[in-house]
Nanobody, 123 residues
Framework: EVRLRESGGGSVQPGGSLRLSCATS????????MGWFRQAPGKEREVVAM???????TYADSVKGRFTISQANYRNWLYLHMNSLKPEDTAMYYC?????????????????WGQGTQVTVSS
């Protein structure tokens, strides 16, 4: 059974940092496309960052230079390092996985999802 479990969310002031983690099991982590998505109230879910099995990464324009996606293959963990947080980063953040390359997974939809972790940026 595929499982994705996010952690690390919380409340932070603008300009602060957080690291989100996603613990995974039930699939061959190193061969999958992994992604972070977010959804703010009243808005559609959007991709934040993705990392392919070859280590190549893709970021939303809104987070480039501030967020970094990484993974620890030996532990089957995915991370999202978030710096210089802004109020507009407030959202529920989700970890996702798909066997296809990220470009295809983003078009067709990721297969597996976690339950999400809330990030709130406010003064």
């Amino acid at each position: 059974e595929v499982r994705l479990r996010e952690s690390g969310g919380g409340s932070v002031q603008p300009g602060g940092s957080l690291r989100l983690s996603c613990a995974t099991s039930g699939f061959e982590f190193s061969t999958y496309c992994m992604g972070w998505f977010r959804q703010a109230p009243g808005k559609e879910r959007e991709v934040v960052a993705m990392i392919d099995s070859d280590g190549s990464t893709t970021y939303a324009d809104s987070v480039k230079g501030r967020f970094t996606i990484s993974q620890a293959n030996y532990r089957n963990w995915l991370y999202l390092h978030m710096n210089s947080l802004k109020p507009e980063d407030t959202a529920m953040y989700y970890c996702a996985a798909d066997i296809r390359v990220c470009r295809e997974a983003a078009k067709r939809g990721f297969s597996f999802w976690g339950q999400g972790t809330q990030v709130t940026v406010s003064s």
